[in-house]
């Protein structure tokens, strides 16, 4: 206190002239946020001056005053001295009065009145919202005037201002008459408090604003909860003005003249509210779950898009009962979901406290600026099932499934959606989202999900079904060797090449062809030369030459493990691919002197005898060379190397987990059943379709 004493700066507090008037509650300030020295300040009889200048100081003294004023308050102390006098002039400051140091020193002391309202004045079951609404209901623009300040440049000012509003609004949700609240919420919600609260959260004054911005989105949840926990109640008049309403702008005269034979009829119709999507006939009781709150956003939905409602109900009307949209189920469906998203059940506080302080990662996750416009996602929400109906051609029995991915699209969407990301961009995304990569997302949760429950089991599965699909495909290999394959023995340019270079080697032709196939019980591989490709294929007996298999010590290539496919699944569809490289090769080796040996001295002979090549092969293509390396690999019991081979294992290992998983019908994966033939009648040339993919062998 600069050697003042508490007596010392009590008295000045009411001196005649203006400049000791001012330092000395300019000091005060500084000091009163201390409780010991509070009490004593209080002792020495500084309340009733530190009232009369809050009453008809100006300028700076009154800044300081209120200041002052509100960090006594805080301590709760001094509301004997809290008069309707003092709440009417300060509300009157807030409204009329330009100086921001002072309009921040107004806000706060109305802050700490509505918060902790006082015990010792006449009505001792008033609440701070009771206490200021007379002087507030005579100061029209007092509300507008708050939220105008929200967007001021100064960011203490804005944060005084919110915080005020959270107050009145906590308190008036807390204590006041349920008819009163939602007049007041509804009231600050047209004088655009979210707009203004959005824009603040997205801004980067978000810092500075952090903990009145978290209680306001804090107290939207409060509010959230408040409405869901509220039953439809038929015998509450703005609860049965609703349901009726929903009954009709839904226009039922024209879809019951639309869909009966008799036009015109009057008779009412007994699927009343089933024709809107309820499960039955008694809408309130549908509403159990979600509450009043189901009932807002559906009535929400209806009333901004009455002409789109209407459509969508006479379109589905023309439906086979069991693939129409229930469009109030699914109402309630998105309205659950939104709520479990945003965990409103879940309050912020104490996780609030320590958000300021924490990583800045979590910090902005924190904020959640999508939830305060519940209304609009509601709305895309919804319009996104109706969309993924008509697209999966969903039917009733469906319901769940829609519904789930539905869920996955808000997470996706709505929840990785970061804090500065405008909320029109977001229904956009929502109502375009594209069902093909909405279906891959819930095939990784649902692996996620499956991992994390059965961990063990779930990679034992996946084991087997690799597995499976391995043999599945090595099967489908060494059909392609039974099937046999042409391969060109010699090269020449042809004439229009022009010079050799590197450029021409594409250019080359084959001037002779040899014919490669497998024998029926897999021991020899039969061969032939020829001058030119004959029609049919040659049979095994026209292929004078053969190599035992016995006798064969490895295959090698130079196919490139990573060579690209000619397209995602070319090993199955392309019987004739694009060209590869000429200078591609496969190279069987083997111990030919193995064939003069005994068995006994067999083995002998290999480990001295050095490799010697028993046929050179000349793939096409990409898909033929993995077929033929593969193939004669896994004929010998070894490991594929093909990048086609292993995406065809992971393909078909996969299908099998996602089927396994999902325990869905094929359609819903936007596939085919496969329907596998019976192997009876059939020789070692067919086909299959799997998929989409035809499967030869």
């Given at each position: 206190?600069?050697?003042?004493?508490?007596?010392?700066?009590?008295?000045?507090?009411?001196?005649?002239?203006?400049?000791?008037?001012?330092?000395?509650?300019?000091?005060?300030?500084?000091?009163?946020?201390?409780?010991?020295?509070?009490?004593?300040?209080?002792?020495?009889?500084?309340?009733?001056?530190?009232?009369?200048?809050?009453?008809?100081?100006?300028?700076?003294?009154?800044?300081?005053?209120?200041?002052?004023?509100?960090?006594?308050?805080?301590?709760?102390?001094?509301?004997?001295?809290?008069?309707?006098?003092?709440?009417?002039?300060?509300?009157?400051?807030?409204?009329?009065?330009?100086?921001?140091?002072?309009?921040?020193?107004?806000?706060?002391?109305?802050?700490?009145?509505?918060?902790?309202?006082?015990?010792?004045?006449?009505?001792?079951?008033?609440?701070?919202?009771?206490?200021?609404?007379?002087?507030?209901?005579?100061?029209?623009?007092?509300?507008?005037?708050?939220?105008?300040?929200?967007?001021?440049?100064?960011?203490?000012?804005?944060?005084?201002?919110?915080?005020?509003?959270?107050?009145?609004?906590?308190?008036?949700?807390?204590?006041?008459?349920?008819?009163?609240?939602?007049?007041?919420?509804?009231?600050?919600?047209?004088?655009?408090?979210?707009?203004?609260?959005?824009?603040?959260?997205?801004?980067?004054?978000?810092?500075?604003?952090?903990?009145?911005?978290?209680?306001?989105?804090?107290?939207?949840?409060?509010?959230?909860?408040?409405?869901?926990?509220?039953?439809?109640?038929?015998?509450?008049?703005?609860?049965?003005?609703?349901?009726?309403?929903?009954?009709?702008?839904?226009?039922p005269e024209k879809v019951e003249t639309d869909t009966k034979s008799n036009k015109g009829s009057k008779k009412a119709n007994p699927t009343k509210w089933r024709r809107l999507g309820f499960e039955t006939e008694s809408p309130a009781f549908e509403f159990g779950t979600t509450g009043f709150l189901g009932l807002m956003d559906l009535t929400d939905f209806v009333y901004k898009n009455e002409d789109g409602f209407q459509k969508l109900l006479l379109e589905q009307s023309a439906e086979p009962v069991g693939q129409r949209c229930p469009i109030a189920r699914a109402?309630?469906?998105?309205?659950?979901?939104?709520?479990?998203?945003?965990?409103?059940?879940?309050?912020?506080?104490?996780?609030?406290?320590?958000?300021?302080?924490?990583?800045?990662?979590?910090?902005?996750?924190?904020?959640?600026?999508?939830?305060?416009?519940?209304?609009?996602?509601?709305?895309?929400?919804?319009?996104?099932?109706?969309?993924?109906?008509?697209?999966?051609?969903?039917?009733?029995?469906?319901?769940?499934?829609?519904?789930?991915?539905?869920?996955?699209?808000?997470?996706?969407?709505?929840?990785?959606?970061?804090?500065?990301?405008?909320?029109?961009?977001?229904?956009?995304?929502?109502?375009?989202?594209?069902?093909?990569?909405?279906?891959?997302?819930?095939?990784?949760?649902?692996?996620?999900?499956?991992?994390?429950?059965?961990?063990?089991?779930?990679?034992?599965?996946?084991?087997?079904?690799?597995?499976?699909?391995?043999?599945?495909?090595?099967?489908?290999?060494?059909?392609?060797?039974?099937?046999?394959?042409?391969?060109?023995?010699?090269?020449?340019?042809?004439?229009?090449?022009?010079?050799?270079?590197?450029?021409?080697?594409?250019?080359?032709?084959?001037?002779?062809?040899?014919?490669?196939?497998?024998?029926?019980?897999?021991?020899?591989?039969?061969?032939?030369?020829?001058?030119?490709?004959?029609?049919?294929?040659?049979?095994?007996?026209?292929?004078?030459?053969?190599?035992?298999?016995?006798?064969?010590?490895?295959?090698?290539?130079?196919?490139?493990?990573?060579?690209?496919?000619?397209?995602?699944?070319?090993?199955?569809?392309?019987?004739?691919?694009?060209?590869?490289?000429?200078?591609?090769?496969?190279?069987?080796?083997?111990?030919?002197?193995?064939?003069?040996?005994?068995?006994?001295?067999?083995?002998?002979?290999?480990?001295?005898?050095?490799?010697?090549?028993?046929?050179?092969?000349?793939?096409?293509?990409?898909?033929?060379?993995?077929?033929?390396?593969?193939?004669?690999?896994?004929?010998?019991?070894?490991?594929?190397?093909?990048?086609?081979?292993?995406?065809?294992?992971?393909?078909?290992?996969?299908?099998?987990?996602?089927?396994?998983?999902?325990?869905?019908?094929?359609?819903?994966?936007?596939?085919?059943?496969?329907?596998?033939?019976?192997?009876?009648?059939?020789?070692?040339?067919?086909?299959?379709?799997?998929?989409?993919?035809?499967?030869?062998?």
């Amino acid at each position: 206190m600069d050697s003042l004493s508490v007596s010392e700066l009590v008295e000045r507090l009411g001196s005649d002239e203006e400049s000791v008037r001012k330092m000395a509650v300019f000091k005060l300030q500084n000091s009163i946020g201390d409780p010991s020295f509070a009490d004593v300040f209080i002792q020495e009889g500084g309340l009733p001056k530190l009232r009369a200048l809050a009453l008809h100081a100006t300028g700076n003294t009154l800044a300081y005053c209120l200041t002052s004023l509100s960090r006594l308050l805080e301590l709760d102390k001094g509301w004997d001295h809290v008069s309707d006098e003092l709440i009417k002039r300060i509300v009157e400051l807030v409204v009329a009065q330009p100086l921001v140091n002072v309009n921040r020193g107004a806000m706060s002391v109305l802050a700490a009145i509505v918060g902790n309202p006082s015990r010792r004045n006449s009505d001792p079951d008033a609440t701070g919202f009771q206490r200021l609404k007379p002087v507030v209901e005579s100061h029209p623009q007092f509300l507008p005037s708050l939220v105008e300040k929200m967007t001021s440049a100064d960011h203490a000012l804005c944060a005084n201002s919110l915080q005020l509003i959270n107050a009145l609004m906590r308190d008036a949700i807390a204590n006041d008459a349920d008819f009163e609240w939602p007049r007041f919420i509804k009231q600050l919600q047209e004088l655009g408090v979210i707009k203004s609260v959005y824009g603040l959260m997205q801004s980067t004054a978000v810092q500075d604003l952090a903990h009145p911005l978290l209680e306001f989105q804090s107290l939207t949840k409060v509010l959230l909860k408040k409405w869901r926990e509220e039953h439809v109640d038929m015998e509450k008049s703005d609860h049965r003005r609703a349901v009726r309403g929903l009954h009709v702008a839904s226009i039922p005269e024209k879809v019951e003249t639309d869909t009966k034979s008799n036009k015109g009829s009057k008779k009412a119709n007994p699927t009343k509210w089933r024709r809107l999507g309820f499960e039955t006939e008694s809408p309130a009781f549908e509403f159990g779950t979600t509450g009043f709150l189901g009932l807002m956003d559906l009535t929400d939905f209806v009333y901004k898009n009455e002409d789109g409602f209407q459509k969508l109900l006479l379109e589905q009307s023309a439906e086979p009962v069991g693939q129409r949209c229930p469009i109030a189920r699914a109402s309630l469906a998105v309205t659950s979901i939104l709520y479990e998203h945003f965990d409103v059940n879940k309050t912020d506080d104490t996780e609030h406290r320590h958000t300021i302080e924490d990583s800045r990662n979590r910090f902005e996750k924190a904020f959640k600026p999508l939830l305060l416009h519940w209304s609009r996602l509601h709305t895309s929400g919804l319009n996104s099932f109706i969309r993924l109906w008509k697209t999966a051609g969903a039917q009733s029995e469906d319901f769940d499934k829609i519904e789930e991915l539905v869920r996955i699209l808000v997470e996706q969407i709505v929840g990785q959606a970061p804090r500065m990301k405008d909320v029109k961009d977001v229904e956009e995304e929502l109502v375009e989202f594209d069902i093909q990569r909405l279906r891959e997302l819930q095939m990784e949760l649902l692996e996620l999900t499956y991992e994390d429950a059965w961990g063990h089991h779930l990679r034992q599965v996946r084991d087997e079904l690799n597995h499976e699909a391995l043999q599945f495909v090595k099967e489908q290999r060494i059909r392609c060797l039974l099937q046999g394959a042409w391969f060109p023995q010699t090269m020449n340019y042809g004439a229009e090449a022009g010079p050799v270079t590197s450029k021409t080697l594409s250019k080359t032709v084959p001037t002779a062809w040899r014919f490669v196939r497998l024998s029926h019980n897999r021991r020899h591989l039969h061969y032939a030369d020829f001058e030119e490709k004959a029609s049919p294929d040659p049979k095994l007996d026209a292929l004078r030459e053969k190599i035992d298999l016995s006798i064969v010590s490895s295959v090698v290539s130079n196919v490139s493990a990573s060579a690209p496919s000619t397209s995602s699944s070319s090993t199955l569809t392309t019987r004739e691919p694009a060209h590869a490289s000429t200078s591609t090769k496969i190279t069987i080796h083997g111990h030919v002197a193995a064939r003069n040996h005994h068995r006994q001295s067999s083995d002998a002979s290999k480990s001295t005898q050095k490799e010697t090549v028993l046929l050179q092969l000349h793939p096409q293509s990409h898909t033929l060379a993995s077929e033929w390396l593969d193939g004669l690999l896994m004929l010998l019991n070894q490991q594929p190397i093909t990048a086609d081979t292993s995406k065809l294992v992971s393909l078909i290992g996969g299908y099998g987990l996602k089927i396994r998983l999902l325990n869905v019908r094929f359609e819903d994966v936007g596939i085919e059943e496969p329907t596998l033939p019976s192997r009876e009648g059939l020789d070692d040339e067919y086909y299959y379709s799997m998929g989409g993919m035809e499967v030869g062998g």
